[in-house]
């Protein structure tokens, strides 16, 4: 089992979501976060907005979810195009091996806690 988690752009939240449903991941957690990465930050009007300054941080979108092995390809591929819109700072993936997943509420374990 991976735990795949993708960091994208806001405005593609959604559509993301909707995709790896549609995919077949069984659930998703979604985060909205802040960072810094390859992709330029916006200009913000400060004060009276009479001056212009760079954000600190890009607002951006978490999205995580578990998927047996065999999904893996299939769900990264899904969000890498859904995400896509060429420009840097589309975001990233990061795929991580889970150990052991336990569902509080049943006590299922591994992939029939999903």
């Known amino acids: ?61 978490a999205i995580m979810t578990l998927v047996e092995d065999s999904q893996v390809e299939n769900i990264v591929s899904v969000i890498s195009e859904t995400a896509y819109t060429g420009n840097s700072g589309d975001g990233v993936i990061v795929v991580s091996d889970v150990v052991q997943v336990v569902n509080i509420a049943s006590k299922k374990t591994d992939s029939s806690a999903l």
């Open 1 to 61: 089992m991976k735990k795949l988690e993708a960091i994208i752009k806001n405005d593609k939240l959604s559509e993301v979501v909707h995709a790896v449903r549609d995919a077949g991941a069984k659930g998703v957690t979604v985060s909205s976060i802040k960072g810094q990465g390859s992709g330029s930050r916006p200009m913000i009007r400060s004060g009276r907005g009479t001056a212009q300054l760079r954000a600190e941080y890009n607002n951006m979108a």
